[in-house]
């Protein structure tokens, strides 16, 4: 009985279409471990980092030591206009994100429980969801010039398809036996969408969004990088055509750090979602 | 209350076609315990779903409560074999009782006292907040059952329910189910291929053949309405009956349609 639920959502930035890829399982012994092993490979990199300059293996300009990246980020973090940056990065995220996985649910929902429909579209969302949101770039330009709308499109348009791939397959994941229960005590239509797909889907749902938010991420500050919208994209490509390069790699490493905030946040998020989905797979791995 | 008409069914494909049912034909008086038997692959579940309105028969019809089947009917509760996959993993036992009577639209007060009533009736009143996949598999067949009665079916169809737990916790539920026909006088179709088990069970036995399939014996079980695992079973007559129909099973593997009516 467990052989459905257990392999349910996937992990990795690009998981194929209606394909899920199995989630690792993380044990509570091995977590210790990997923070330390964790840290250990931050705590090289920095050392590796801080020597190449002073050693002649690279050029001062080109990767300032890791002291100099880091006195220039203590600087930045006291600088209102870096918080500006990255609130506008935030907020651009955040609704893109939002409105991607609200269209990717819904347009989900219809196309996986509407079987002539899912056929009707599916090479459609093939030939699309392969376009990079990047290749969109001229278009957005041209329709909204460099205004905050044209990041909003290119996060919307990359994010959309992964919610919408997982949603799709998460839908056609009802197991027979629950539908022909749902029918049989003559659910309503609007009851078997509550009760039975809803939360059959929400695991792949929650993947969809988590991997959309790292991809909505990408998108935002590659906007802000390209088209100029204001943001931490923007702060990075002044830093860099100013010559400022510590301070560039000190933003760098704060789009880093948002990125990993993100994706505990989602991770907390979903969690607490799916809080019986989780207990369910360990009462049936062990 | 049950009535089932000249039933067949053909499943087709483009170049193919199968005959599981051939002309299956009995009635389920009203309060009535009825097992229906049969060798395996004798279309028992294709009959079963025909029943529930989960299929289409190809000729014939069912009409439950005095009403011609379509879709799913009302009045007629379902219990099916896997019990885990049935029950919603993601409500709790009360909320997975609670829930066909949110989709009647039963007002809170009355949805509250049945889902009460019908997990004491199965002995669950502890574990109305567990989750199923905390449960025993004989405590979610529970559930399942509870959930049917809880609705107050006119017919209660139960597929080889209890195929899948241990002898123990069969016997138990054996008991439990007779326990409720007699309690609360729900018509009790019960599909299994356990001969012991449908005469303990049953008021009336209906044995089906091989495909394609026609009703090839029906055997009134004339045991003492109390029934009870040892006394029952230790009865002349239940090894008499027990026989009767093993003998009758043994000829359902070889016999179908085909060569009965040839």
Redesign the interface.
């Known amino acids: ?1 467990s052989t ?2 257990d392999v349910v959502p996937a992990v990795g930035v690009e998981a194929s279409a209606f394909t899920p890829v199995p989630r690792r399982r993380f044990r509570a012994r091995g977590r210790v471990t990997n923070v330390l092993l964790g840290c250990a490979g931050l705590l090289s990199v920095a050392l590796v980092a801080q020597f190449l300059a002073p050693l002649g293996i690279v050029r001062e300009q080109d990767l300032p030591p890791t002291t100099v990246i880091m006195a220039a980020l203590a600087g930045l973090l006291g600088e209102s206009t870096m918080w500006m940056a990255v609130y506008d990065t935030i907020y651009v995220w955040a609704i893109g994100l939002a409105v991607a996985s609200v269209a990717g649910v819904v347009v989900g929902i219809l196309l996986g429980s509407i079987e002539p429909l899912r056929r009707a579209t599916s090479s459609t969302v093939e030939f699309l969801r392969p376009i990079p949101s990047v290749a969109l770039v001229p278009l957005v330009v041209l329709v909204f010039g460099p205004r905050y709308e044209s990041a909003l499109v290119l996060v919307i348009y990359a994010a959309f398809w992964q919610v919408l791939v997982q949603t799709v397959y998460g839908v056609a994941d009802v ?1 027979p ?2 539908a ?2 749902a ?6 239509r609007w ?1 078997v969408m509550r ?2 797909i809803w ?1 059959t889907a ?1 695991p792949f749902v929650m993947t969809g969004i988590r991997l959309a938010a790292t991809v909505a991420l990408v998108l935002t500050v590659t906007a802000q990088l390209i088209i100029g919208t204001p943001g931490l994209g923007q702060s990075i490509a002044q830093a860099e055509s100013g010559g400022a390069n510590a301070r560039m790699y000190a933003l760098v490493l704060i789009t880093g750090l948002l990125g990993l905030a993100v994706n505990i946040v989602v991770r907390l998020v979903e969690k607490r979602v799916l809080a ?2 989780m ?2 797979r360990k ?2 791995s062990e | 209350m049950l009535e089932v008409t000249h039933m067949q069914k053909i499943y087709r494909t483009a170049d193919t076609s199968f005959e599981a049912l051939r002309d299956v034909h009995f009635t389920v008086a009203p309060g009535e315990f009825v097992c229906l038997v049969g060798p395996s692959g004798s279309g028992k579940t294709t009959l079963l779903k025909c029943m ?3 299929m289409k028969p190809s000729a014939g019809s069912v009409r439950v409560a005095d009403k011609a089947v379509s ?2 009917p ?1 009045g ?3 219990v ?1 074999q ?1 019990y ?3 029950l ?4 709790r036992i009360a909320e997975n009782v609670e ?2 009577l ?2 009647l639209r039963l007002p809170k007060k009355e949805r509250l006292a049945r889902v009460a009533e019908a997990l004491a009736h199965v002995g669950l009143e502890n574990s109305a907040r567990s ?1 199923p ?2 449960l025993s598999g004989g405590m979610q067949q529970r559930v399942a059952i509870a959930r049917a009665i809880a ?1 107050r079916p006119d017919v209660l169809l139960m597929d080889e329910p209890f195929a899948a737990v241990d002898a123990q916790t069969r016997a138990e539920l054996e008991d439990l189910v007779r326990t409720i026909w007699r309690d609360l006088k729900i018509t009790t179709l019960f599909v299994t291929h356990d001969i012991d088990e449908a005469v303990y069970l049953a008021e009336r036995v209906i044995v089906l053949s091989s495909t394609p399939t026609i009703v090839q014996r029906e055997m009134i079980v004339d045991l003492p309405a109390e029934r009870d695992q040892l006394s029952t079973r230790s009865l002349p007559r239940f090894s008499e009956l027990r026989h009767d129909l093993y003998a009758e099973i043994q000829k359902a593997k070889t016999h179908s349609a085909l060569t009965i009516t040839a």
């Open positions: 009985m459905r639920l197991d036996v629950v022909d229960t029918r049989s005590y003559r659910f309503s009851g009760y039975v939360p929400l019986w989905h207990s369910f009462d049936a | 529930a309105g989960l879709g799913p009302e007629l509760a379902l099916f896997e885990g996959r049935s919603f993993p993601w409500l829930l066909p949110k989709e989750y996949w905390q609705y």
